[in-house]
C-alpha cells in the first residue's frame, strides 16, 4: 500500500511539462535555482493547521504557545524564535508570502484553490486522484506532527513528575528515620529525668545547671526535632499527591489525543501547556525539598527575638543548634507565678521556602502574687489578689476620712511591693467630727466633742418645753452628719401661761399684751380703798 501512494505520487509530479504545481496555481519553475525569495505555497516552511501562516523550516509545528507574548521566554523555553513560529506574531508583523519566504502570511485564496483544485483533462486519467491523495497525505502528515509535538511533551511532563514523585518518596523515608532516632532519644531523656537523684539536680557553679537542666534541654530539642522533620515529612506528602495528580494527568491527556482524526488539536494545546507548566513547578518543589533535606543538619540564626516585658537582661540572637534557648533575667518582684521562658529559636521547613530560624514560643516575667488584702475599718477594697507593681485601692466609707475633716481624703492604697507583701499601712478611715454642740437658747447640751452619727441631746431648762406647752417635751437631739455639720433641732421655748389674769379690784398697770409666757412679770395694784392686806 504505502509503495502504491509512493508510486502514485511520484507519477503526479513527473507527469508531463504542463503538470501544475499542487500549492499553487503557476508552473513548476524546472529550470529555476530555488533561491527566489517568494514562497506563495510555502515549499520553505512549516503551514499552519488553518493554512494562514507560513512558519519557518525550524519551527517544527507553525501555531500559538502561551508564551509567545513574551520572545525572551519563548527562546528560552523552546530554543526557537517567536517572530518565526508563533502564528499570531506572524500575522501581525509579517510580510505577504506572495512577496517574502518564511516567516510570512499566506494569501487568503491559498486555502481556497486547494480546496478547488482540480486537473481538466478531455479524459479520466489515473493522475486524476493525485489532488485527493497528496491532500489527504499532507493533512494526516500534518495531525502526525502534531500529535507528535503533543506526545513528546507529554513524554518530558511525565517524567518530570515520576523524578518529582521519587525525590518526595526519598525524603519522606530519610525523615521517617530521622523522626525515629529523635523519639528514641526522647524516651532515653524522660527515663534519666524521672529516675534522677539528688546529686543529679545539684547546679554546676561554672554552668549554674544540673545533669537534669542538661536533660531537659535535650530532651526539649529532640522534641523540636521531631516536630521539623514531620514539617518535611508533610512537605513530602504535598509534593507526591501533587506528582501523582500529575501523572494521572498525562494519562488522561495522551488517551483523548491519540485517536483524535480531526485537523484542529488546538483544543488540546491549552491543557497541554498548563501540564508541562505544572510539571516544571512541581519538579522545582521537589528539588526545593531534596534542599531541605541536605540542609536540615545546619544550624540558622533567629536574629533578635521578641521583645519581653519586666527583664532585667535577655538574649539578643540565638542559634538552632548553639543557642535555642533565649537567656532571660526577670527583674526583682517579677519572678511570681506564671513566670516562665518557652521561647525557642527552633529550625523552619514550610512547604515550597528555604529552611531558616524563627522564635517561638513565648517567655514571661510576672509580679509575685500578695494575695488578697486586709480588710481596714471603715473602708472598702477589692477582693482579689493584688500583683506586684500594683496597689490595693481602698475607700472609706461615707462619713469617714483619713483625718477626721469633712473635705479630707477618702481613699488610699496599700502597695504590694517586691517581697510579695503588702507594704506597712498607717492610714485608716476615721469618723469625721462636727465639733462641739453648738449653744441653744433655754437648753442645756454636753459639751463634749461629736463625730459622725453620734447624737447630742439638748435638755430644756425649767419652765421650757419644746412645744411651750407645760406638759411638752423637755428635751430633744440633733446629730453629726458627714458633712461636718449637725442638724437642725426644734429648740426650747418658754411655757405659755396664756392671758393675763384678772383680780376683783385689781387694775393691771401694764396693757394686755395677749399669751403670757413663762419668766414674764406682770405689775398689778390695788384700786383706791383696796390694800393687799
Known amino acids: 500500500m504505502i509503495k502504491g501512494i509512493v508510486f502514485l505520487l511520484i507519477v503526479c509530479h513527473l507527469g508531463g511539462v504542463g503538470a501544475y504545481n499542487l500549492r499553487s496555481h503557476d508552473e513548476v519553475n524546472k529550470t529555476g535555482s530555488g533561491d527566489a525569495i517568494p514562497d506563495p505555497s510555502c515549499k520553505k516552511g512549516v503551514v499552519s493547521l488553518d493554512l494562514k501562516v507560513c512558519c519557518a523550516a525550524g519551527c517544527g509545528l507553525c501555531g500559538n504557545h502561551k508564551l509567545c507574548g513574551d520572545v525572551g521566554k519563548y527562546h528560552e523555553a523552546t530554543g526557537k524564535l517567536a517572530d518565526q513560529c508563533c502564528k499570531d506574531r506572524i500575522l501581525k508583523n509579517a510580510p505577504s508570502c506572495d512577496k517574502d519566504h518564511a516567516p510570512c502570511v499566506l494569501s487568503p485564496s491559498y486555502k481556497e484553490k486547494l480546496a478547488k483544485y482540480v486537473i481538466v483533462r478531455p479524459n479520466r486519467h489515473a493522475l486524476d486522484d493525485c489532488n485527493k491523495a497528496v491532500s489527504i497525505s499532507r493533512s494526516k502528515n500534518a495531525v502526525g506532527v502534531a500529535k507528535g509535538d503533543i506526545f513528546s511533551t507529554l513524554v518530558s511532563g511525565t517524567t518530570k513528575y515520576e523524578a518529582a514523585k521519587a525525590l518526595a518518596v526519598k525524603v519522606k523515608g530519610l525523615c521517617d528515620a530521622k523522626t525515629r532516632q529523635s523519639k528514641d532519644l526522647i524516651k532515653t531523656y524522660s527515663a534519666e529525668i524521672s529516675s534522677a537523684e539528688a546529686e543529679d539536680k545539684k547546679k554546676d557553679p561554672l554552668s549554674g545547671m544540673s545533669n537534669v537542666d542538661q536533660w531537659e534541654d535535650k530532651l526539649e ?22 506528582a501523582t495528580k500529575g501523572i494521572r494527568n498525562v494519562k488522561t491527556l495522551k488517551a483523548e489525543v491519540h485517536p483524535h482524526e480531526v485537523q484542529d488539536l488546538s483544543g488540546f494545546y491549552v491543557r497541554l501547556h498548563a501540564l508541562t507548566d505544572n510539571s516544571v513547578v512541581v519538579f522545582e518543589d521537589a528539588e526545593l525539598l531534596w534542599k531541605q533535606w541536605k540542609d536540615a543538619g545546619k544550624d540558622y540564626d533567629c536574629g533578635a527575638p521578641p521583645a519581653v516585658g519586666n527583664v532585667k537582661s535577655q538574649c539578643d540572637n540565638g542559634n538552632t543548634k548553639f543557642s535555642r534557648k533565649c537567656a532571660i533575667t526577670c527583674s526583682v518582684g517579677y519572678d511570681g507565678k506564671g513566670t516562665k521562658n518557652a521561647l525557642r529559636c527552633n529550625k523552619q521547613g514550610k512547604f515550597g521556602k528555604q529552611l531558616y530560624g524563627e522564635w517561638q514560643g513565648m517567655a514571661s516575667c510576672m509580679g509575685r502574687n500578695c494575695g488578697k488584702p486586709a480588710k481596714i475599718s471603715k473602708a ?49 478611715c476615721k469618723a469625721i467630727t462636727c465639733g462641739k454642740a453648738p449653744v441653744v437658747k433655754y437648753a442645756d447640751v454636753s459639751a463634749e466633742t461629736f463625730l459622725y452619727t453620734q447624737v447630742a441631746t439638748y435638755e430644756c431648762q425649767d419652765g421650757h418645753t419644746v412645744d411651750e406647752t407645760a406638759g411638752g417635751l423637755k428635751s430633744y437631739q440633733v446629730s453629726c452628719q458627714a458633712t461636718g455639720e449637725f442638724t437642725s433641732g426644734v429648740g426650747c421655748k418658754p411655757v405659755r401661761c396664756g392671758p393675763s389674769p384678772v383680780f376683783v379690784h385689781t387694775e393691771l398697770l401694764d396693757p394686755p399684751k395677749g399669751d403670757r409666757f413663762f419668766g414674764d412679770k406682770l405689775d398689778y395694784k390695788c384700786e383706791s380703798g383696796y390694800t393687799l392686806d
Open 221 to 242: 530539642g529532640e522534641k523540636a526535632e521531631v516536630v521539623f522533620y514531620n514539617m518535611i515529612i508533610q512537605n513530602s506528602n504535598d509534593v507526591e499527591k501533587a
Open 380 to 428: 472598702k477594697t477589692v477582693i482579689q489578689d493584688i500583683i506586684f507593681p500594683h496597689a490595693a485601692a481602698y475607700n472609706c466609707y461615707e462619713g469617714f476620712s483619713t483625718d477626721r475633716k469633712p473635705n479630707g481624703p477618702k481613699a488610699f492604697s496599700v502597695s504590694c511591693d517586691a517581697t510579695g507583701g503588702f507594704a506597712q499601712n498607717l492610714k485608716q
